[in-house]
């Protein structure tokens, strides 16, 4: 008999992808195969978000294309997994009846078994009990695998921080790290297979090892991490202001693995609105913080996050948001409209902004945002930047494209260029989304980490 085959479709963030990448060595372990089509697929797993009201509508209208699939193909299973389907549980079921199975956050390790319940018993299943045993997490992790040169690797579940806004706490469960030896065991594994930058993800690093108490801090994980043969750069996700140490920001000067970025979610410039938000930082704890990475590590990329539009969000808590933007001037950002989500303490305040207002706020913001991506990348023009080639770039015409250390995306020309390989390279232009290089040749000294 032909193997079954399966197609995953993931939405989300970076911990769902890496999740859907572990999924499907699962499902490959128990003898299916991955296809690149969802019209040729015997099951169809799609693993949501439920962090913002639109990324739910999204994953229903996607649904709603595979019921037609379902129609000219009644074998075809539709498996719903992740955020949304913790979240929603047996309402995915009333409001798509073409799906056969939900399951949490909590039950990736069973997929392979209740798929073969749905198809066996051909009844509908969910699944979204919460698991607090740490040894299922763990038996999960033998599954990852690495993207190539690239890989993630999860440090904790789970969040405590319960940020008014945030669904998170609510669909992934309460914190908790994984052992440091596990990890670095699994990082070992990766770099084994090739992999030679290792992202260690989490909702809030910075807390690592404190839930259950551990004797290994974040700042040692990373030097553990650092040590292992093989790494050349090492970055993480995502770090929370209220939690990162002296330690870990004079790490990024002393570990030369450790790459000059850091994604330190803001959320907001007004300290009546941090505090609202239950976030537990002032914005001149969060400037302070800043200016000591920028002491220790000048060209340091700095991105964030923010919310316009929060409950009880006037024009002057906006502007607030505005001038600590100016004061930083960030590197990156990814800026949302506030989304009340079920059992948030947010989502029973007065969300009394008018819509209109708060789409004019977030242009706003974006486009000063533009003016300042840009020019942070204007100042790494004529500068030169190692930087680990990925591999044939989009623009095409014998490019390669590649990033430095800051995280940015380089495209340059260049003959007998090799993946993997880091090469200096001189950036000869700044655009938005990315920098133009040519390559320096071995000797050009290179002035990024
Ligand atoms: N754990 C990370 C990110 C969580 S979700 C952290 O603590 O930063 C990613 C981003 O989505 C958040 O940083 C926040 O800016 C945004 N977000 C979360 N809930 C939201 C909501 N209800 N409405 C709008 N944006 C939200
Ligand atoms: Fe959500 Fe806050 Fe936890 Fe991040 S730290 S996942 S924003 S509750
Ligand atoms: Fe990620 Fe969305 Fe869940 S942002 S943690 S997939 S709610």
């Given at each position: 008999?032909?193997?079954?085959?399966?197609?995953?479709?993931?939405?989300?963030?970076?911990?769902?992808?890496h999740?859907?990448g572990?999924?499907?060595?699962?499902?490959?372990?128990?003898?299916?195969?991955?296809?690149?089509?969802?019209?040729?697929?015997?099951?169809?797993?799609?693993?949501?978000?439920?962090?913002?009201?639109?990324?739910?509508?999204?994953?229903?209208?996607?649904?709603?294309?595979?019921?037609?699939?379902?129609?000219?193909?009644?074998?075809?299973?539709?498996?719903?997994?992740?955020?949304?389907?913790?979240?929603?549980?047996?309402?995915?079921?009333?409001?798509?009846?073409?799906?056969?199975?939900?399951?949490?956050?909590?039950?990736?390790?069973?997929?392979?078994?209740?798929?073969?319940?749905?198809?066996?018993?051909?009844?509908?299943?969910?699944?979204?009990?919460?698991?607090?045993?740490?040894?299922?997490?763990?038996?999960?992790?033998?599954?990852?695998?690495g993207?190539?040169?690239?890989?993630?690797?999860?440090?904790?579940?789970?969040?405590?921080?319960?940020?008014?806004y945030?669904?998170?706490?609510?669909?992934?469960?309460?914190?908790?790290?994984?052992?440091?030896?596990?990890?670095?065991?699994?990082?070992e594994?990766?770099?084994?297979?090739?992999?030679?930058?290792?992202?260690?993800?989490?909702?809030?690093?910075?807390?690592?090892?404190?839930?259950?108490?551990?004797d290994?801090?974040?700042?040692?994980?990373?030097?553990?991490?650092?040590a292992?043969?093989?790494?050349?750069?090492?970055?993480?996700?995502?770090?929370?202001?209220?939690?990162?140490?002296?330690?870990?920001?004079?790490?990024?000067?002393?570990?030369?693995?450790?790459?000059?970025?850091?994604?330190?979610?803001?959320?907001?410039?007004?300290?009546?609105?941090?505090?609202?938000?239950?976030?537990?930082?002032?914005?001149?704890?969060?400037?302070?913080?800043?200016?000591?990475?920028?002491r220790?590590?000048?060209?340091?990329?700095?991105?964030?996050?923010?919310?316009?539009?929060?409950?009880?969000?006037?024009?002057?808590?906006?502007?607030?948001?505005?001038?600590?933007?100016?004061?930083?001037?960030?590197?990156?950002?990814?800026?949302?409209?506030?989304?009340?989500?079920?059992?948030?303490?947010?989502?029973?305040?007065i969300?009394?902004?008018?819509?209109g207002?708060?789409?004019?706020?977030?242009?706003?913001?974006?486009?000063?945002?533009?003016?300042?991506?840009?020019?942070?990348?204007?100042?790494?023009?004529?500068?030169?930047?190692?930087?680990?080639?990925?591999?044939?770039?989009?623009?095409g015409?014998?490019?390669?494209?590649?990033?430095?250390?800051?995280?940015?995306?380089?495209?340059?020309?260049g003959?007998?260029?090799?993946?993997?390989?880091?090469?200096?390279?001189?950036?000869?232009?700044?655009?938005?989304?990315?920098?133009?290089?040519?390559?320096?040749?071995?000797?050009?000294?290179?002035?990024?980490?």
């Open positions: 008999m032909e193997s079954l085959s399966f197609f995953i479709q993931t939405f989300g963030c970076q911990m769902n992808d999740e859907s572990v999924l499907a060595h699962l499902l490959e372990g128990a003898g299916y195969r991955e296809v690149p089509d969802p019209a040729e697929a015997d099951v169809i797993l799609v693993n949501t978000c439920a962090i913002r009201e639109k990324a739910e509508q999204k994953v229903y209208s996607q649904l709603g294309r595979y019921r037609s699939l379902k129609e000219s193909r009644p074998g075809l299973v539709l498996a719903v997994g992740g955020c949304m389907a913790q979240s929603e549980g047996r309402r995915v079921l009333s409001r798509a009846p073409f799906v056969d199975l939900v399951f949490g956050t909590h039950a990736l390790m069973d997929v392979p078994s209740l798929l073969g319940r749905v198809r066996e018993q051909r009844r509908r299943i969910v699944a979204t009990e919460v698991s607090s045993d740490p040894s299922r997490v763990e038996a999960l992790y033998a599954h990852s695998r993207l190539g040169l690239k890989a993630f690797v999860t440090v904790m579940h789970g969040c405590d921080n319960f940020c008014a945030c669904v998170v706490p609510h669909v992934r469960g309460r914190e908790m790290s994984r052992p440091a030896s596990e990890i670095v065991a699994e990082v594994r990766l770099s084994a297979e090739g992999v030679v930058e290792v992202t260690l993800l989490g909702q809030n690093v910075n807390s690592y090892g404190q839930k259950p108490q551990g290994t801090s974040f700042a040692e994980l990373v030097r553990r991490v650092a292992v043969e093989g790494v050349r750069r090492i970055r993480f996700t995502t770090s929370h202001p209220k939690d990162l140490s002296e330690d870990l920001i004079t790490l990024f000067a002393e570990e030369t693995k450790l790459m000059p970025h850091i994604h330190l979610p803001l959320q907001s410039g007004s300290d009546r609105i941090l505090r609202a938000m239950n976030r537990g930082y002032t914005s001149a704890h969060y400037r302070a913080l800043v200016e000591k990475l920028r220790i590590v000048p060209g340091i990329a700095v991105t964030s996050d923010l919310i316009v539009g929060f409950p009880g969000e006037t024009e002057g808590d906006f502007e607030a948001t505005l001038r600590v933007m100016a004061e930083i001037v960030f590197d990156n950002l990814f800026s949302f409209k506030f989304s009340p989500r079920p059992r948030t303490a947010a989502a029973a305040m969300d009394a902004l008018p819509a207002v708060k789409e004019e706020r977030l242009q706003r913001l974006q486009a000063l945002q533009r003016e300042h991506t840009l020019q942070r990348n204007q100042e790494l023009v004529g500068r030169i930047c190692t930087v680990l080639v990925e591999g044939a770039s989009r623009v015409g014998a490019q390669w494209t590649g990033r430095t250390p800051e995280n940015k995306i380089v495209n340059f020309p003959p007998g260029v090799g993946v993997g390989e880091e090469l200096a390279v001189r950036i000869a232009g700044a655009r938005i989304n990315s920098l133009v290089g040519e390559l320096a040749g071995a000797e050009a000294p290179c002035t990024c980490k």
